[in-house]
């Protein structure tokens, strides 16, 4: 059994990329278990970053801003997701500093109208070697200046 395609969603700012809930995604209850918010969030920004250039493949870095650790992860949970199939989410940067960055997401009905979780996501860029922050490279500030939300001008 075949999924619709599902047109890509216009959005204002960032991205939305459509991921999987999967049978094993849910709890005892048939809604997606709390902990997997991350790892489908995680399966969204992987392609959006893999298709500008910055992956891990064959045990390899593509760039060296792919050595990143997650210093903080936050989500408020608003309606559950039920079942298996397609979700949105949307995830834009509303920061991207130095060596860090912060995500803001959603994860949405694939209509848009069902918000059924918000956060964040904030990442640090680390040095193989001393594990240390390390500066951005110009490659990666190209890829996220494509996901920064804009500044908005208070009326």
Do not use: C, K
């Amino acid at each position: 059994m075949s999924h619709a395609i599902v047109d890509q969603p216009v959005v204002e700012f960032g991205h939305v990329e459509h991921v999987t809930v999967h049978f094993d995604d849910l709890d005892a209850m048939g809604i997606l278990h709390n902990a997997r918010y991350a790892v489908l969030l995680e399966r969204a920004l992987t392609p959006y970053w893999a298709d500008r250039g910055v992956s891990f493949q064959g045990g390899q870095h593509s760039a060296p801003d792919v050595f990143h650790a997650v210093r903080e992860f936050t989500i408020t949970y608003r309606a559950p997701i039920t079942g298996t199939g397609p979700v949105a989410v949307h995830f834009w940067l509303e920061y991207f500093g130095t060596s860090s960055a912060q995500y803001a997401f959603e994860f949405r009905s694939l209509d848009g109208d069902t918000l059924y979780a918000q956060g964040t996501r904030a990442i640090v860029r680390l040095d193989p070697a001393t594990l240390r922050p390390t500066p951005w490279t110009a490659a990666a500030r190209a890829v996220a200046a494509t996901l920064l939300r804009p500044a908005t001008v208070p009326a």
